[in-house]
């Protein structure tokens, strides 16, 4: 019986040593996660911008591409009113590995790209931009964005 | 417990716990929140109405010298919501101790959502109404109406126009 136990947990170890092969090691963290367009007339700011947030990420692995993408989980919306979301872009640095972009409900856009080890951390400078415009309803749009760091 | 029962014991617990396997994608969220406060922009094409002097026989109602007055407004409000413009004369045409009421000033309008009316120095009348945001054009013909009863003289008031978004 004992035998038996030694030999399953040495399986399982084994198993889990295998699952536990150097793969990617992935952290992403995004500071603050609250991004604010403040009222501005169109008139005198055709383009709104929000205050940068830093992306951070951290990328442990011995080969091969990793990206950064963002996809925005629907339009900003206020009640029965919304706002297309693909008015919202970003411009990012350093560049690379960040770049600029627009955001899209249905496709996550890349924000960042490499390939290789990314250690220590990388700091990504991003600042949201809305596109003002008169034809906006007056209210309150929100909407969440989720940002996903992946190594395939 | 035996030595060999704890190793056992150890080796279990230790592939238990064992990490996961790669992560396929390390995701993280933030918040978008966008403030539209109503907003409202009106632009006239001039700030100058001039009546000449013309024969009431020949002209009863003058039009103002210039051809319309072009207005264009802009406004950002609250779904659903009426956007108004009204204009409103600060009194009457005077001259002197000559009065003339603002009621014989009028206009007709072109553009969607305008209106003609009658100038008040009481009363906003209504120039343009629209629901909810966007930009509007539009033109006012203004009209002076020219009576032999009307004193000599050069008559003069201001007009306040204003442009409301809820």
Not at chain 1, 78 to 96: C, K, L, M, Q, R
Not at chain 2, 116 to 122: F, K, M, N, W
Request: glycine share 8%; net charge positive; hydrophobic share 45%.
């Amino acid at each position: 019986m004992i035998r038996v136990l030694i030999l399953g947990a040495a399986l399982c170890l084994v198993a889990s040593m295998a699952a536990a092969q150097p793969g990617p090691r992935l952290e992403l963290s995004v500071s603050p996660t609250s991004i604010s367009f403040a009222s501005a007339s169109p008139d005198v700011q055709p383009v709104v911008s929000a205050a940068p947030i830093v992306v951070s990420i951290r990328i442990r692995q011995s080969t091969g591409p990793w990206s950064l993408t963002v996809l925005a989980n629907g339009d900003l919306i206020a009640g029965a009113s919304t706002v297309d979301i693909t008015n919202v872009s970003w411009t990012a640095t350093p560049a690379p590995p960040f770049q600029t972009g627009v955001l899209s409900k249905t496709v996550a856009q890349r924000m960042a790209s490499g390939s290789g080890n990314v250690n220590p951390a990388t700091n990504g400078s991003v600042t949201f931009r809305l596109a003002n415009s008169w034809n906006y309803s007056a209210g309150v749009y929100t909407q969440t964005v989720t940002f996903t760091l992946s190594a395939p | 417990m035996t030595a060999r029962r704890r190793l056992a014991f150890v080796l279990l617990a230790w592939s238990a716990a064992a990490p996961a396997a790669r992560a396929a994608g390390q995701p993280a969220t933030a918040t978008l929140s966008a403030t539209i406060s109503p907003q409202a922009s009106l632009t006239l094409s001039t700030a100058t109405l001039v009546f000449p002097d013309a024969d009431p026989d020949v002209l009863n109602q003058i039009p103002s010298a210039g051809g319309p007055v072009t207005v264009s407004a802009k406004a950002r409000a609250t779904a659903g919501q009426a956007v108004v413009l009204t204009v409103l004369a600060s009194g009457d045409l005077r001259s002197g101790l000559d009065v003339i009421p603002a009621s014989n000033v009028t206009w007709t309008a072109s553009g969607a959502g305008f209106v003609a009316g009658t100038l008040s120095a009481t009363v906003p009348a209504q120039v343009a109404t629209w629901t909810g945001s966007g930009l509007h054009a539009g033109s006012q013909q203004y009209f002076f109406r020219n009576l032999w009863t009307h004193p000599t003289g050069t008559y003069t008031t201001t007009v306040v126009y204003t442009l409301s978004a809820p």
